[in-house]
């Protein structure tokens, strides 16, 4: 059972316009929540995160948002830029240790 | 600085044999972690060193694998002996202890293909 989906496994958008890129979890212990992207052939990089104690982080033309009592977790980026097209991974630190829970990755094409 | 790295970045190797992989992480770092991706599914966790010692291991799926770091430096990780089900990629990261523990940096991935 995957403790952390993202069930668009696909989304394409208009160069300029907003990504909202989402994530459902189940276990509701973590200390924070990460978004990843990879590139083929690379292996993922750190984006950005939010703690379990706030509901919002912004960073540049990215802003994750974290609904805690719905157990859900979005990124926001805008403007897409066609660089911005990769494989977006969700995943979760839980608090009793430090290794990750990934969710299966969103591909993200931005179209120019 | 130099970033995570891995090695081979691909190895294709016959049911029955043994492969070992290697990861070299950003030096400093004192945690090492193994993951493995595969059929372009989640990433999964397998283990989690810090410095020399193995931290929780939960995620390595059966004794055919085998994890080590000795002098708490660079990792091993050896599939003996392989089955068609380990193919996959490999990713190795690291991170430092202390405050953005969290923030784990990867390496680019080694790409098994068992036969």
């Known amino acids: 059972d995957q403790q952390v989906k993202q069930n668009s496994p696909s989304l394409s958008v208009q160069e300029g316009r907003i990504s909202i890129l989402n994530c459902d979890y189940t276990?509701?212990?973590?200390?924070?929540f990460l978004w990843y992207k990879k590139y083929p052939a690379e292996g993922p990089t750190f984006l950005i995160s939010?703690?379990?104690?706030?509901d919002k982080n912004e960073d540049g033309r990215f802003t994750v948002f974290l609904n805690k009592s719905a157990k859900h977790l979005s990124l926001h980026i805008v403007p897409s830029q066609p660089g911005d097209s990769a494989v977006y991974f969700c995943?979760?630190?839980?608090?009793?240790?430090?290794?990750?829970?990934f969710g299966p990755g969103t591909r993200l094409s931005v179209l120019p | 600085e130099a970033g995570v790295t891995q090695f081979p970045s691909h190895s294709v190797i016959e049911k029955g044999q043994t492969v070992t992989l290697r990861c070299d992480p950003i030096?400093?770092?004192?945690?090492l972690y193994w993951y493995r991706r595969v059929m372009g599914k989640e990433i999964k966790f397998l283990l989690h060193?810090?410095?020399?010692?193995?931290?929780?291991e939960s995620g390595m799926p059966n004794n055919r694998f085998l994890a080590e770091r000795t002098g708490g430096t660079y990792s091993t990780l050896k599939v003996q002996p392989a089955e068609l089900e380990d193919s996959g990629v490999y990713f190795c990261?690291?991170?430092?202890?202390?405050?953005?523990?969290?923030?784990?940096?990867f390496g680019p991935g080694t790409r098994l293909t068992v036969t």
């Open positions: 990261a690291s991170s430092q202890d202390g405050l953005t523990s969290y923030e784990q940096y």
């Open positions: 276990n509701s212990m973590f200390d924070y």
């Open positions: 939010i703690s379990s104690i706030k």
């Open positions: 995943a979760y630190q839980d608090n009793y240790g430090q290794n990750f829970v």
């Open positions: 030096s400093g770092h004192d945690n």
């Open positions: 060193f810090v410095k020399e010692s193995k931290q929780d």
